[in-house]
C-alpha cells in the first residue's frame, strides 16, 4: 500500500461524496490507496453515508467512534490503522485534484523526503500559497515559507510518524495540528512543495458552520496550545531572524486574530480570557525582531496586553477593520498612524508604538515607454506604501552615466482608485539639459519618491515575466553627438536607460525606396527613413569619391509620413571623375548630424554614359565610373 488517505468525518454529509468521488478519480490508482474515514459521532447521517460508499468500494475502511470533540482523535483513529507508506490528511469538507497523491507520492519517491505539500486552492477563504515545485528544502527556508502552513493537509511519510511518535491532542475545536506538523517539519529529512498543479481544494462552508468559522476554540484552551507550538519552536531555533520570523507567523496568524472581529462582541470573561491567554506569549516571545514585521496596530495591542491598558484595547481593535484606516502622519523622517490614544493626555502610550516608518516601502514599476509629440513618455508607477497620495510626491530622474548631468520630470498621477496609482512622466528630450538637448552618451531612468524628510529611489523595471515592448530610436536633437535617442533596457536587472547619439545596436532603418539615373546625367533618390521625428531634419544625399576627398551633396526633399520620413531628389552627376563613388545620407538635427551609406534597392538602375550602378558585397550602393574618350581621338582612330 503505497498512501493511507485519512479522513476525520463529523457532520458534514453535504460535501462528503464529492470529498470521496474526489479520490476514486485520483490518477495514482485504487490498488495503491486505502482510504480510512472515521466517523467521529455524526448526528447528520454522515456515518450512514460512510457505510453505503464502503458496501461498493473495498478500498474504503469505515470506523465509527463516540464524538471526541475535535479532529484530533479520529485521525488518531485513523492512524493506528493505516498501512500505507505514507500518510495523507484530507478534511471531509474539501477535496483533492486527481493527480494530486501521484505527483506529491513522485516527488517523494524521487527526493527521498518525508513531507510533501500540495498547492492549496482556497475556495471562499485563503490559503497559504505555494506556486511552484521544490524538489527538497527544510522548514528554516524562508522562500518558500514552508512554516506559514502548519495545517496537517499534507503527505508524510509513516515512518516518520511512528519514529516521532506523533499523534494530535483530542477534544481541541481548532489549531490541534500544529504541533504535530511543526514536530514534523523540525525533524523531517527534507521537504518537498508540488506546486505546478492544484492539489488541494481547501473549502469554506457556505452554511458557516465550521469550528474556525464560528471562532475556535475558547480563549484558555486556543491560547495553551499555541503557546506549546511557540515554546517547541523556541527549543528548535535560537534567538535571532529565523526565530522571529516563525514567531511573527504566530502573533500574526493566532494571537493578533483573537483581537479582530469577534473581540468586541465576546462577553466580559471571554475578553478577559483572551488577554490572560495572550500575555505571556507577548511577554515570552514578542521581540523588536517579531515587532518590526507589524505596524502600529500591532503593537498597541502588544502595549496594551502588556500593560493592562483594557479601555484602550477596546478603543484600538476595532479601529481600521472596516476597511477605513487610520490617518497617517509624516512628521520629519518619521510616520506615523494615528490610532486611539495618540498623544493624548493621561494616555501615556509612547509615540514609537504609533510609528510606522519601518513599514515605509518603495514600489515602483515601468508599465510602458512612447514616443509623444515632443517627447518620450513613461507609464507606471512610482511611490511610498502608507503615506497617503497627498503628503509624497515622485520624480523621474535621468542621470549621466558618465558624468555629472542630472534631468527632472515629475511622475504625474493620472488616477489611483486600485492598490496602486496610473502615472505618467512626460520628457521633453529636446529641451531636457538646462533647456537645450541631452549630451550624447548614456543616461540612466530612475524614480525618486519623497515625503517629507523621507526619500527613497530605485530604477524603473518592468513586472518579472513581462515582455515589455520598447519603441524604436527617434531623430532628437542631442547636444555633441548624432541624433539618435534610443532607449533600452539594461542588461541585469533590465532598468529603463537611454542611448543618446550614434546609432547604437539598433540604428534606425533606412530603405532605398528608388534610385534611377535619369538625363543630365543625375542619380535620382527615394530614402525611407523608418523612425519617428520630433525635430526639423534635414536630409543631404553624399556622393564620395572612393579615396579621396571629392564629394557631391545635394540637400533632398522631406516629407514626414506616418512611419517616420521620405526624402527625394536628384544628385548631378556631370562630368563626374573616373573612379568609385559611395552613396551615403546625412541626416542633420539643431547642429548635430550623422551619416552612413544608402542600401542598394532591389532593382538598381541601369547604366548611363560611363556611370554604372552596383551593389557592395554589404549591400550598399556605389557608382562606377568609367574615362571618358575624347571624340575627336576616336574620328582619328577610324581614319585609315
Known sequence: ????????????????????????????????????????????????????????????????????????????TGLEHASGEYVFFLDADDHLGAEALERMV???????????????????????????????????????PIYDSLSVLKLFRRSLID?????????????????????????????????????????????????????????????????EVMSFVADQVPPGPDRDRLMARHF?????????????????????ATRDGARPLFESWWTPGVGERFGAR???????????????????VPCGLDGDRPEVRVEGARVYQLYPGFREPGVGVPDDRYEITHRVR???????????????????????????????????????????????????????????????????LAAAAGGGPLPAGRWDLSAVMTAGEITRQGPLIPAPGTALTLPGPRVVPVKDGTPYITPYL???????????????????????VAAELTRG??????????????????????????????????????????????????VPLKRPEPGRWDVSWRVSVAGSSDERRVQAPERLPGPAKGIEPYTTGKGNLSLRVTPRRNPLLRRLRREP
Open 362 to 428: 518603495q514600489r515602483r514599476r515601468l508599465e510602458a515607454v512612447e514616443w509623444r509629440p515632443g517627447g518620450l513618455r513613461v507609464r507606471g508607477y512610482a511611490f511610498l506604501t502608507e503615506i497617503g497620495a497627498a503628503d509624497q510626491r515622485a520624480e523621474l530622474v535621468l542621470r549621466e552615466r558618465d558624468g555629472a548631468g542630472q534631468y527632472r520630470v515629475p511622475f504625474e498621477v493620472e488616477s489611483w482608485d486600485g492598490a496602486v496609482p496610473e502615472m505618467v512622466a512626460d520628457i521633453d
Open 163 to 227: 519514529r516521532l511518535g506523533l499523534r494530535f491532542p483530542a477534544g481541541l475545536f481548532s489549531h490541534e495540528d500544529q504541533l504535530f506538523a511543526a514536530r514534523a517539519y523540525f525533524a523531517a529529512d527534507g521537504i518537498s512543495v508540488v506546486g505546478s498543479y492544484d492539489c488541494y481544494y481547501w473549502i469554506d462552508r457556505e452554511t458557516g458552520t465550521s469550528v474556525l468559522q464560528q471562532g475556535g476554540a475558547d480563549a484558555a484552551r486556543h491560547f495553551a496550545c499555541i503557546g
Open 521 to 570: 546625367p543625375a542619380l535620382e533618390l527615394t530614402l525611407a527613413v523608418g523612425t519617428a521625428v520630433t525635430a526639423d531634419v534635414t536630409v543631404t544625399a553624399v556622393l564620395r569619391r572612393r579615396g579621396t576627398d571629392e564629394a557631391v551633396e545635394t540637400v533632398l526633399r522631406t516629407r514626414r509620413t506616418g512611419a517616420g520620413l521620405e526624402a527625394t531628389g536628384q
Open 106 to 144: 513522485a516527488m517523494a519517491d524521487e527526493y527521498g523526503t518525508d513531507v510533501v505539500i500540495g498547492r492549496y486552492v482556497g475556495v471562499g477563504r485563503k490559503a497559504p500559497r505555494f506556486d511552484r515545485d521544490v524538489p527538497r528544502t527544510s522548514v528554516l527556508v524562508a522562500d518558500p
Open 298 to 316: 500591532g503593537h498597541l495591542i502588544a502595549h496594551c496586553v502588556l500593560n493592562g491598558l483594557d479601555d484602550l484595547l477596546d478603543r484600538v
Open 490 to 512: 539594461t542588461r541585469g536587472p533590465g532598468a529603463l536607460a537611454l542611448r543618446c547619439g550614434g546609432l547604437g545596436d539598433d540604428p534606425p532603418p533606412l530603405t532605398t
Open 1 to 76: 500500500m503505497k498512501v493511507s488517505v485519512i479522513i476525520p468525518v463529523y457532520n458534514c454529509r453535504p460535501s462528503l461524496e464529492r470529498a470521496l468521488r474526489s479520490l476514486l478519480d485520483q490518477t495514482i490508482g485504487r490498488e495503491a490507496m486505502e482510504v480510512i474515514a472515521v466517523d467521529d459521532g455524526s448526528t447528520d447521517g454522515s456515518g450512514a453515508e460512510l457505510d453505503r460508499w464502503a458496501e461498493e468500494w473495498p478500498g474504503l475502511r469505515v470506523i465509527h467512534q463516540p464524538n471526541s470533540g475535535g479532529p484530533g482523535g479520529p485521525r488518531n
Open 252 to 272: 500574526l496568524n493566532e494571537i493578533f486574530s483573537r483581537f479582530a472581529r469577534r473581540y468586541p462582541g465576546l462577553d466580559p470573561l471571554e475578553r478577559a
